[in-house]
């Protein structure tokens, strides 16, 4: 998770496995959009790093990250991917809208995780500011996006052992 003491985009790209003949569903919340088109444009590139296809990845977008769940059931039924990555960023305000916010969607996730034969990723921001989300959309701690990407083909592949 987001953490201070761990730049998001670091690893080893020799120990991630080639993801040529791997399906990818990305739905990304347009809420907060400045911090989750920059975790789009990461996963996107880190994925076509690994040498995803471009056509073999399918981006939907939603409103916010309250129907990232939807979206990601969505994407899995309509194009058959072998992972989903949920792209967000909920950052923590007056109320306690927030806590709603990220309770439903982590739970929202983890239940997609066991109801599909396939993984989906939680790439979502959880933040006290919005320069704690720029710290990890790219900025100092690097980017969330290429970590849930680098997870996605992890966990894709997993299901081939
Ligand atoms: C309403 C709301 C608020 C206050 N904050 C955020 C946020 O920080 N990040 C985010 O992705 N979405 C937020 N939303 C929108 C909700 O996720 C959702 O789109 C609405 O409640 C409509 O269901």
């Known amino acids: 998770m987001a953490t201070n003491l761990k730049n998001l985009s670091d690893y080893d790209p020799g120990r991630i496995p080639d993801a040529s003949n791997l399906k990818f569903g990305i739905v990304v919340s347009e809420w907060n959009e400045e911090i989750t088109s920059a975790l789009l444009e990461g996963a996107v590139n880190t994925l076509k790093k690994h040498q995803a296809a471009p056509e073999n990845i399918f981006i939907k977008t939603v409103p916010g990250s309250f129907e990232l769940t939807f979206g990601a059931r969505i994407v899995a039924r309509n194009y058959s991917p072998d992972a989903v990555i949920c792209l967000g ?6 109320t306690p809208h927030f806590n709603y916010i990220c309770q439903s969607v982590s739970q929202g996730i983890t ?9 989906f990723i939680f790439g979502v921001l959880t933040t006290n500011n919005l320069k704690e989300a720029r710290d990890r959309a790219g900025g100092k701690y690097g980017n969330k996006g290429d970590e849930a990407a680098v997870t996605a083909i992890k966990m894709a592949l997993l299901r081939h052992v």
């Open 111 to 119: 239940e997609l995780n066991l109801d599909y034969e396939i993984p």
């Open 89 to 94: 960023c909920v950052i923590k305000g007056e």
